[in-house]
Nanobody
Framework: QVQLVESGGGLVQPGGSLRLSCVASGSIFSINRMDWYRQAPGKQRELVAHKTNGGSTIYADSVKGRFTISRDNAKNTVYLQMNSLKPEDTAVYYC???????????????WGQGTQVTVSS
């Protein structure tokens, strides 16, 4: 069984920074991609940042220039550095990974439990 565990959320003032981490553990053969999503109250879950094994990245327009996604493949970890935070960034942030559990297995989508980020003065 594979688990994704996020950490690093919390309460921060507008203009502040936070760094989220997501660690994948368990039976892992390979990880194809690791993404960050967020869901604000009353809104649909949206893609925040996406990074492939090849290094390609995609960011939501609302976070471009402020957020940076990075990966440590040796540690099966993805990070989200969030700078210049705004109240509209308030949401539960989720990690999503496409993982192959063992050689020859299919790719499976795995979600973390989420970490709350609140931007408020």
């Amino acid at each position: 069984q594979v688990q994704l565990v996020e950490s690093g959320g919390g309460l921060v003032q507008p203009g502040g920074s936070l760094r989220l981490s997501c660690v994948a553990s368990g039976s892992i053969f390979s990880i194809n991609r690791m993404d960050w999503y967020r869901q604000a109250p009353g809104k649909q879950r949206e893609l925040v940042a996406h990074k492939t094994n090849g290094g390609s990245t995609i960011y939501a327009d609302s976070v471009k220039g402020r957020f940076t996604i990075s990966r440590d493949n040796a540690k099966n970890t993805v990070y989200l550095q969030m700078n210049s935070l705004k109240p509209e960034d308030t949401a539960v942030y989720y990690c999503n990974a496409f993982i192959v559990y063992s050689a020859g297995d299919v790719v499976r989508s795995v979600w973390g439990q989420g970490t709350q980020v609140t931007v408020s003065s």
